[in-house]
């Protein structure tokens, strides 16, 4: 399946919609821009989909080569049953990583945002030699990055029970999913309630809510994960811009500092915005990338 959009003026920018099957699994994503150019991938947070993405990737496309997958059970993609299906970061993982094979893209750069994050680490870890950088946005590797929302989690984690399973519920209402857009704006006006809206469609289908659940368990495994993320950062030292909205309520601003520990090439930026920080301020996250890796890499 494909389709397409026109950008710009002067310059005719083509968003192409495509799906491809990843064992048994529609994937869909997003692709824009010249294959000549070097990738970049964005990876969506919760309980967002590629959508979020829709305003930044023309503007990225006249210098990288973009692909924006939406994640089993997320958007577009296919959503099996938490019976047909394991829902896991590990398992998320696995089907990018597979999608990004079968595109032939050997090395690329990875924006990752909220669950986007657990899934680009684990890219990273299985393939450190292959990821030119990271953009990220509000997604963490320390546990002090972890904002109050995360209390609902850790209940979950802690007791997984039906009581900590209906307060975990209330991070996939409505009003939770609105809030994640508009808590922090700081031009609520700029924020269209086609995001939420389209957000809360999707977790709205039938069976959504378990798979929300699932992950939302699993995600204690990330936790448990970020001193390996850490040591992966550590090591290899991929080239990092950090784009954070640092009036998030959901990831801290300790989050975002935390990476300057870890890394000598990082550039971090706090922008005037919440979670869903693009919804502001694509157009500046845009020439902060270009600007950016084209010091490191010497693009054009």
């Avoid at 986007?116 to 292959?130: E, T, V």
């Avoid at 915005?273 to 270009?290: D, Y």
């Amino acid at each position: 399946m494909t389709g397409y959009e026109h950008f710009g003026k002067g310059v005719e920018i083509i968003v192409l919609y495509k799906k491809m099957n990843i064992e048994g699994l529609n994937i869909f994503f997003r692709e824009a821009g010249s294959t000549n150019h070097p990738t970049l991938i964005l990876l969506h947070g919760f309980p967002s989909s590629s959508y979020m993405f829709r305003d930044l990737i023309p503007l990225l496309a006249d210098r990288f080569h973009v692909i924006a997958p939406d994640n089993p059970g997320f958007g577009n993609s296919s959503m099996p049953t938490t019976e047909e299906y394991h829902y896991t970061f590990e398992n998320l993982s696995i089907v990018i990583e597979k999608l990004i094979a079968r595109l032939c893209i050997s090395h690329y750069i990875l924006y990752i945002h909220d669950y986007g994050g657990p899934i680009g680490f684990r890219l990273a870890i299985r393939n450190p030699n292959r990821i030119l950088g990271f953009v990220i946005q509000n997604a963490v590797a320390d546990e002090k990055g972890l904002g109050k929302p995360f209390d609902l989690f850790k209940a979950l984690w802690v007791d997984r029970n039906p009581a900590t399973e209906a307060a975990f519920a209330k991070l996939i209402t409505f009003d939770f999913t609105k809030s994640q857009y508009l808590v922090g704006a700081c031009q609520p006006y700029l924020i269209s309630p086609d995001g939420y809206s389209m957000d809360q469609f999707f977790l709205d289908r039938p069976g959504n809510s378990q798979i929300q659940l699932e992950l939302g368990y699993d995600y204690r495994k990330n936790v448990e994960e970020y001193p390996v993320w850490q040591q992966y950062l550590r090591t290899y030292q991929p080239p990092t811009l950090v784009a954070w909205g640092k009036n998030d309520f959901i990831f801290t601003l300790e989050g975002a500092y935390a990476f300057s520990r870890e890394l000598i090439h990082i550039q971090t930026c706090f922008l005037c915005g919440g979670h869903f920080v693009l919804e502001e301020q694509s157009r500046h996250v845009s020439e902060l990338i270009k600007s950016f890796f084209g010091r490191i890499y010497t693009w054009q």
